[in-house]
C-alpha cells in the first residue's frame, strides 16, 4: 500500500536513507512525504505499529523489474532430450544414438533413454537393460545414471544426467 491507501493510524517512520523517524501518525507521516516529493509506502502491515518507508516508488519498480529481467535472463531451463531404441538395434545404430546422446549431454540436458518393446520382445526384457546399461557405461565420461534402468509397460527407461564442470 502507498500513500492515501495506508489506514492505519500509526506508522513506524524509517526514512529514505534507512533511518529511524519515530512513531508518527499516518497524516504527519505523509505530509513529511509530500514535503520530501517522496511516496509513503508501507513495508510490513503486520508490525504493531505497522512500518513504513519513505521511497520514489517509480524508480523502486522500475529497478525491481530490471533485477527480475536480469535474473530471467540468467536462468537456463534444462530440456529432457529422448532417445528412443529398439532390443533389435544394430551396432551401426546404436553407435549413431550413442553419439547423439553425448552431444545433448554435453550441451548440459538431461536425457531419458527409452527401448521399446513390442509382441514377442517382452519375454526378454534383460537385453533391454543390458543395452541401457551398456549406454550409460559409454557415457559415463560425460555423464552419471540418475535412474537405473526401469521398466514401465511396454518400455524400459533411464535419465542421465551431464557431469557437474562439463
Do not use: W
Request: with cysteine; net charge positive.
Amino acid at each position: 500500500m502507498i500513500n492515501d491507501e495506508i489506514t492505519a493510524p500509526e506508522v513506524r517512520l524509517i526514512g529514505d536513507g534507512g533511518e529511524q523517524l519515530g512513531i508518527l501518525s499516518s497524516a504527519e507521516a505523509l505530509r513529511i512525504a509530500e514535503e520530501k516529493e517522496l511516496d509513503l509506502v508501507m513495508i510490513a502491515a503486520g508490525g504493531k505499529p505497522p512500518v513504513c518507508k519513505l521511497m520514489d516508488y517509480g524508480k523502486y519498480r522500475f529497478e525491481q523489474s530490471k533485477r527480475e529481467k536480469e535474473a530471467k535472463k540468467k536462468q537456463r531451463v534444462i530440456e529432457i532430450k529422448e532417445i528412443r531404441m529398439s532390443p533389435s538395434i544394430g551396432d551401426n545404430d546404436f553407435n549413431t544414438k550413442l553419439r547423439a546422446g553425448q552431444k545433448f549431454l554435453t550441451e548440459g540436458s538431461r536425457l531419458k533413454v527409452t527401448v521399446r518393446f513390442r509382441g514377442r520382445e517382452m519375454a526378454h526384457t534383460n537385453i533391454g537393460e543390458k543395452l541401457l546399461k551398456d549406454f550409460a557405461a559409454k557415457c559415463s565420461d560425460v555423464a552419471s545414471m540418475d535412474k537405473n534402468p526401469k521398466l514401465e509397460g511396454r518400455s524400459m527407461s533411464m535419465f542421465l544426467s551431464p557431469k557437474a564442470g562439463k
